[in-house]
C-alpha cells in the first residue's frame, strides 16, 4: 500500500545508503511530499550552512497519494536550502516521476554530501545504486534523460536531471523531467549540481495495494467529472495556463519593462489564442499533454514554426514564460517567446527568474547603472529580442561578467552591481517575483510578501479573490474547515478579509503539495474544484488512513509552521527586503500606470499593508516580529523540534 | 445473425499521455496501482510528443488461441472478447511470444499471463478517458472518424477544383 513506500537517506560522500520505513505518526503529523520534507530539511541541515556546499540536503519525494487513484496524482517535490536568497529552497513539479520512484518502493530520499565525480542515482525495485554519470555532464535536459534509457536499456525509465545550467551552479537552476516538467524557482537544481548529482533514475513495478479499490474508482470518477465540468479547467485544457494571460493583462495585473507598467499592449502576437494556432498548426488539432493522471491536460505540444530553430519540438510555452519572455523584457515576438521557453527547458533554468533578472538588468541599463561595458557591447534595451535570448545563454554559461554575475542571482548581483540597483529588484526573499503585478490586489499582495519560499504564487496565493464571489460563497469556502465569521470582501482592491483567505490558501496549498496532487485540482483557479473535506474521503479510499478535515488542515498548519522555523533560523526578520515578509519599496511608490479604471493610479498603501501582515501574523499565532507564540508551537506539537523521528 | 459485441477505438492523435487507464485498469482488475498489471499501454515518443494506446484488438483469428499448446485461450462471442482460462493456462507464455500487437501481458508478481477482458462490457480506460482517445463503440462504427475525415479532405478538394475552375473562366 502506499503507506508502505519507504524513505533512503544518501550520503553521496560517503556511497551510505540506508532504507528505512516512514511510522504512521510521522505522517499522522506531516502526511508527505512538501510538508514532510520541511520537517526533514529542518531536522537534517545546521543553521547558516553554505546551500551549495556539502552540507545542504536535499529532499526528493512523492506525496502520501502519489500514483493513487486521488485524480493527478503526479507532483514531484524537491526541497534544500536555498542558493538564491538562502531561505527555504522547494519547488514542485508534474510529470510521471514521483509515480515511478513509488512504484519503485520510495516516497523519499534525503541526499547529504558531495560525490567526488559526477553520479546519478538508479533506483529500481527497493533498491538503489550511485552509478558513474561522466557520460552525462555536459548533456541537456532531454539528452541527459534519453542517454540514461539507453544505458540501462529501458525506455520506461523516469528520471529526475539537471541541465547545464545546474552544472554551472546557476543560483536559479532547475530540476526537471520530461520535455519540460520543471522544478523551478529557488534553484534546486544548483543544489544538486554542486552535489555532482546530475540525475536521479527510476522505474518500478512494485504493487501499490489500493485500501478500497471500488470506492476509490467511484470517488475518482465523480472527481474527474467535477474537474472538467469546471469552465477554467476545459479553457486550461484547450489553451494550456497561457489563458491567464489574456485575462490577467486586460486589467492591468502584468508587470511590463520589469515594473515599469502593468499592462502590455500591442501583443497579438503572444495572445494565448495565437499560441494555440501556432501549436495546431504544428502538432494537430489536439495538441495537449498530461501529466499522470490528469483530465485537465494543460500541457500544449509544439513545434517552433519559424527562425533558427524552425522544426525543434517543446512543450508549453506556459503562462510564466509569456511574462518572462515578452511582457517583462517588453519583447512581443511568438519566435522569441518558443525559444525562450526552450533553451530555458533544455538548459535547465528557472524561466520566471531568467526573464525576471534579465528584464530587471534591462531597466539598469536603460537607467545608465548598467553600461555597454558590463554588457560587453551587448545592446540591452528593453525589446531586444536578440539580446534576450542571448543572455538567457550567457547566464546559464556563465558567459561575459553580466551572464556570470546574473547566473548569481538578483541579491547577489545587485551587491556586485552595486549603485541603487537593489532598489529595482522585484523580489522576496531572495526570489524574483511571476510577472504578475500585484499593487491592484492587496490578498496578491500579502501572499507573495509572506510566502515561505519568496516572492511566489503557488504557496498561498487566493487567485479566486478576483472573481468577485459573493460574500456568501465565499464564506462557505474560507469558513471551512475551521470556522471564519470574520469580515470577508468580493473586492479585490479591498484589504478587509485578505489576511486570513491568505491563511486559508496557505493551508489548502499545503495539503495539496502534501498530497501530491497538483494545484488545478483544489481551490486554486476554481472555486467549485474539491479540498480538505473532499481530500479526507480520497486519503480513506486510497490508503485507509482517516483522516478529519479538521486534522489535514492541521498537518498543513503543521507543515507551515516547520517551513517558518527553517526561515526564522536562517534569519528572517519582518521587513528586512532581503529575508523578511517585505516588499520593494516601488509597490508602495510607484502607482500602475495602465489598467481598469480601478487599477490604474494604485498602490499598496503602507499602514494597511502593515495591518494586513499584523493580522495574518495573529490567525498563524506569530508575534508582531512573525516568530510564533509558544503557545502555537505547543498546539501544534513543535515545542520540541527539531526532534529527529526520521 | 443480429450484430454483437462492441469494440475498442482507439484514436492516438486525441492521447494526452497521462495513463489514467493504466492506473484504472490496474486497479479495477487488481485491486493495485501498477502499471506493469495494466491490459493497456500508451506507448510513447516523447522527443515528439507521440503517445499511442496499445491494447487487446481482440483478433477474430487471433493468434494467442491458435498457438496455446493446451487451448486455455478461447473466443467469447458475446462480447466479441478473446479469454484466459487461468485453471487451464500453464503459464508457458507462448501467446506473449505470437501477439502482433504485445497486449499479452505476463504479471511479473503472480507469474501468469493477462489480458484485455473489456471489463465485461464495461471498459474502465473507456470511462475515465474524458477526451476519448480510447472509445467503445458498435462495431460498424469503428471506422466512421475515419470515414468523415477523408471525406472532408475530399470536399475540401472539389471546391478547390470548382473555385480553380471558376477562377480560369
Known amino acids: 500500500m502506499a503507506l508502505n513506500r519507504k524513505i533512503a537517506y544518501i550520503d553521496l ?112 525495485n527497493g533498491k538503489i545504486e550511485i552509478r558513474d554519470a561522466k557520460n552525462l555532464w555536459g548533456k541537456t535536459v532531454t539528452e541527459t534523460q534519453w542517454a540514461i534509457r539507453e544505458e540501462l536499456g529501458d525506455d520506461d525509465i523516469k528520471s529526475l536531471v539537471i541541465g547545464p545550467a545546474g552544472e554551472n551552479l546557476v543560483r536559479f537552476a532547475n530540476v526537471m523531467t520530461g520535455i519540460k516538467n520543471s522544478g523551478g524557482r529557488t534553484g534546486m537544481g544548483a543544489v544538486m549540481g554542486s552535489k555532482n548529482l546530475k540525475a536521479i533514475a527510476a522505474r518500478g513495478t512494485m504493487d501499490i495495494k489500493i485500501a478500497y479499490p471500488k470506492e476509490a474508482l467511484e470517488y475518482n470518477k465523480r472527481f474527474i467529472d467535477q474537474i472538467t465540468s469546471a469552465k477554467v479547467n476545459q479553457t486550461q485544457g484547450t489553451l494550456g495556463t497561457p489563458f491567464i494571460w489574456g485575462a490577467t493583462n486586460s486589467w492591468g495585473g502584468v508587470r511590463c519593462r520589469n515594473f515599469q507598467y502593468n499592462q502590455e499592449l500591442y501583443c497579438d502576437e503572444i495572445e494565448p489564442e495565437a499560441i494555440d494556432e501556432a501549436c495546431a498548426e504544428t502538432m494537430g488539432p489536439y495538441h495537449m499533454a498530461g501529466c499522470f493522471g490528469c483530465q485537465v491536460h494543460c500541457r500544449a505540444k509544439y513545434k517552433i ?197 491568505v491563511f486559508w490558501h496557505e493551508n489548502c496549498y499545503m495539503g495539496v503539495d502534501c498530497l501530491g496532487i497538483c494545484k488545478y485540482h483544489t481551490t486554486f483557479l476554481g472555486a467549485t474544484l474539491p479540498n480538505f473535506e473532499d481530500w479526507s474521503k480520497v486519503i480513506y479510499y486510497n490508503t485507509g488512513l482517516e483522516f478529519t478535515p479538521r486534522e489535514i488542515w492541521d498537518s498543513a498548519e503543521r507543515c507551515n509552521m516547520i517551513e517558518r522555523l527553517f526561515n526564522l533560523r536562517e534569519g528572517l526578520t519582518r521587513e528586512d527586503l532581503k529575508k523578511g515578509d517585505m516588499l520593494n519599496h516601488r509597490y508602495f511608490d510607484e502607482p500602475c500606470r495602465r489598467g481598469a479604471p480601478d487599477v490604474v493610479g494604485r498602490v499598496i498603501d503602507r499602514e494597511k499593508f502593515k495591518k494586513m501582515v499584523d493580522e495574518f501574523y495573529e490567525y498563524k499565532g506569530l508575534d508582531k516580529n512573525g516568530v510564533p507564540k509558544p503557545e502555537t508551537l505547543k498546539r501544534l506539537g513543535l515545542e520540541k523540534e527539531p526532534s529527529h523521528l526520521l | 445473425m443480429e450484430p454483437m459485441g462492441k469494440v475498442l477505438a482507439i484514436s492516438p492523435e486525441k492521447c494526452t499521455g497521462c495513463r489514467l487507464c493504466e492506473l484504472v485498469c490496474s486497479v479495477f482488475h487488481d485491486g493495485m496501482s501498477n502499471p506493469a498489471r495494466s491490459r493497456i499501454k500508451i506507448v510513447k515518443w516523447e522527443s515528439e510528443g507521440l503517445y499511442i494506446p496499445m491494447s487487446c484488438q481482440q483478433c477474430q483469428d487471433a493468434p494467442c488461441l491458435i498457438v496455446c499448446p493446451v487451448k486455455a485461450i478461447s473466443r467469447d462471442e458475446k462480447l466479441s472478447r478473446v479469454m484466459v482460462n487461468h485453471n487451464i493456462c500453464i503459464g508457458c507464455r507462448s501467446c506473449v511470444t505470437v501477439c502482433p500487437f504485445g497486449a499479452m501481458g505476463f504479471n511479473v508478481i503472480d507469474r501468469k499471463n493477462f489480458k484485455c477482458d473489456l471489463c465485461d462490457g464495461d471498459p474502465q480506460c473507456v470511462r475515465f478517458c474524458e477526451i476519448k482517445a480510447v472509445d467503445y463503440v458498435d462495431a460498424d462504427r469503428v471506422s466512421i472518424a475515419k470515414k468523415k475525415a477523408a471525406a472532408e479532405k475530399i470536399t475540401a478538394a472539389q471546391r478547390q477544383a470548382v473555385a480553380l475552375e471558376s477562377e480560369s473562366h
Open chain 1, 13 to 124: 560522500s560517503t556511497g551510505k545508503i540506508e532504507i528505512k520505513p516512514i511510522p504512521i505518526d510521522v505522517r499522522r503529523k506531516f502526511l508527505g511530499g512538501r510538508g514532510l520534507d520541511a520537517y526533514l530539511l529542518y531536522n537534517h541541515t545546521e543553521k547558516g550552512i553554505d546551500p551549495l556546499g556539502p552540507k545542504n540536503t536535499i529532499m526528493v519525494s512523492g506525496g502520501i497519494l502519489t500514483a493513487t487513484l486521488a485524480s493527478a496524482t503526479a507532483r514531484t517535490h524537491v526541497m534544500a536550502k536555498s542558493p538564491l536568497g538562502g531561505m527555504l529552497g522547494s519547488c514542485n513539479m508534474g510529470g510521471f516521476f514521483a509515480p515511478e520512484l513509488a512504484w519503485a518502493g520510495f516516497h523519499h530520499l534525503v541526499i547529504k554530501g558531495k560525490a567526488e565525480k559526477p553520479v546519478y542515482l538508479w533506483i529500481h
Open chain 1, 305 to 501: 514554426p519559424t527562425g533558427p530553430y524552425a522544426g525543434v519540438y517543446d512543450e508549453g510555452p506556459e503562462y510564466t514564460s509569456q511574462g518572462a519572455f515578452c511582457s517583462e523584457p517588453d519583447c512581443r515576438s511568438l519566435e522569441t517567446l518558443l525559444v525562450g521557453n526552450h533553451l530555458v527547458d533544455q538548459y535547465g533554468m528557472d524561466n520566471l527568474e531568467t526573464g525576471s533578472i534579465i528584464s530587471w538588468a534591462m531597466e539598469l541599463y536603460e537607467l545608465g547603472i548598467l553600461t555597454s561595458k558590463e554588457t560587453d557591447g551587448l545592446d540591452l534595451r528593453f525589446g531586444n529580442d536578440e539580446a534576450l535570448l542571448e543572455m538567457v545563454k550567457r547566464i546559464c554559461f556563465r558567459k561575459g561578467w553580466l551572464g556570470d554575475t546574473l547566473a548569481e542571482g538578483g541579491v547577489i548581483a545587485s551587491e556586485k552591481i552595486g549603485k541603487n540597483s537593489f532598489d529595482y529588484l522585484i523580489q522576496v526573499k531572495g526570489m524574483s517575483n511571476l510577472h504578475s503585478d500585484e499593487r491592484a490586489t492587496p490578498a496578491l499582495a500579502l501572499n507573495i510578501a509572506t510566502s515561505s519560499r519568496g516572492s511566489d504564487h503557488l504557496r498561498s496565493r487566493p487567485a479566486i479573490d478576483l472573481y468577485h464571489l459573493p460574500v456568501e460563497v465565499m464564506r462557505k469556502i474560507y469558513s471551512n474547515p475551521v470556522p471564519y465569521d470574520g469580515p470577508l470582501s468580493s473586492e479585490h482592491t479591498e484589504y478587509i478579509g485578505k489576511p486570513w483567505q
